[in-house]
């Protein structure tokens, strides 16, 4: 499991951090998904770019050079730091926080660090998780899977209708960020195991039920 997570980690690393400017965060979740603790940026920036300004043509090449080489090698450096990151992450000792797991949390920090001041950006928010999909929280009106997951499709699809009211009424979600998801749930081999057979309805459900494109819903 931790090499398929990190190997995935990795993949999207390199897709996203494509030039200059862009940026990953990578965010454990826990009992705390909300807090953001242990948040962490991985971004392409920092770099001077070339001053060609009355240099000459081969100069300018040469800085150029220099420059895409510094970019790649801090390309690199990145997209190893996230694929590393998740491999410690997921061999963390296992603790009661640890356990919990709030996974309706990750909107909430989607929503807050997506959001515009003008809501006017419309481009697509790349999301993916690393889990089990096994929601385990305390309290009223909250579901441990890893001890009752739906027993059919027709009632995690019911599960995940039922809950949409709650998770906006407890949780901080902008509805204009939450459209502009491109959400992959991705669980690996741990998708086989028997608590997980019909949990993905859930979340398709209950993200479609945000507002969340269906076509924008992938479940690996």
Same mark, same amino acid.
């Given at each position: 499991?931790? *090499?398929?997570?990190? +190997?995935?980690?990795?993949?999207? &690393?390199?897709?996203?951090?494509?030039?200059?400017?862009?940026?990953?965060?990578?965010?454990?979740?826990?009992? *705390?998904?909300?807090?953001?603790?242990?948040?962490?940026?991985?971004? $392409?920036?920092?770099? +001077?770019?070339?001053?060609?300004?009355?240099?000459?043509?081969? +100069?300018?090449?040469? &800085?150029?050079?220099?420059?895409?080489?510094?970019?790649?090698?801090?390309?690199?450096?990145?997209?190893?730091?996230?694929?590393?990151?998740?491999?410690?992450?997921?061999?963390?000792?296992?603790?009661?926080?640890?356990?919990?797991?709030?996974?309706?949390?990750?909107?909430?920090?989607?929503?807050?660090?997506?959001?515009?001041?003008?809501?006017?950006?419309?481009?697509?928010?790349?999301?993916?998780?690393?889990?089990?999909?096994?929601?385990?929280?305390?309290?009223?009106?909250?579901?441990?899977? #890893?001890?009752?997951?739906?027993?059919?499709?027709? #009632?995690? #699809?019911?599960?995940?209708?039922?809950?949409?009211?709650?998770?906006?009424?407890?949780?901080?979600?902008?509805?204009?960020?939450?459209? *502009? $998801?491109?959400?992959?749930?991705?669980?690996?081999? $741990?998708?086989?195991?028997?608590?997980?057979?019909?949990?993905?309805?859930?979340?398709?459900?209950? $993200? #479609?039920?945000?507002?969340?494109?269906?076509?924008?819903?992938?479940?690996?």
């Amino acid at each position: 499991m931790v *090499r398929a997570f990190a +190997d995935t980690a990795r993949a999207v &690393a390199e897709e996203v951090l494509d030039g200059v400017g862009s940026r990953l965060w990578l965010l454990p979740v826990s009992a *705390r998904t909300p807090a953001r603790a242990d948040a962490r940026e991985f971004a $392409l920036s920092g770099l +001077d770019t070339p001053q060609i300004k009355g240099k000459v043509a081969v +100069d300018i090449a040469s &800085a150029c050079r220099k420059f895409l080489l510094r970019l790649d090698s801090l390309r690199d450096r990145n997209v190893s730091g996230v694929a590393t990151e998740v491999s410690q992450i997921l061999q963390r000792p296992g603790d009661e926080v640890a356990r919990a797991t709030d996974l309706w949390g990750v909107l909430e920090v989607v929503s807050e660090m997506a959001s515009r001041p003008n809501g006017a950006d419309t481009a697509a928010i790349r999301v993916v998780v690393l889990s089990d999909l096994l929601e385990c929280m305390r309290g009223d009106g909250r579901r441990c899977f #890893e001890r009752q997951p739906p027993s059919s499709r027709a #009632e995690a #699809e019911r599960w995940g209708r039922e809950v949409t009211a709650k998770v906006t009424r407890l949780y901080r979600i902008a509805p204009n960020v939450v459209r *502009r $998801l491109d959400i992959s749930l991705v669980s690996a081999a $741990l998708a086989n195991r028997p608590q997980n057979r019909y949990v993905p309805y859930y979340w398709r459900a209950l $993200l #479609e039920g945000l507002g969340v494109p269906p076509e924008r819903v992938h479940i690996q």
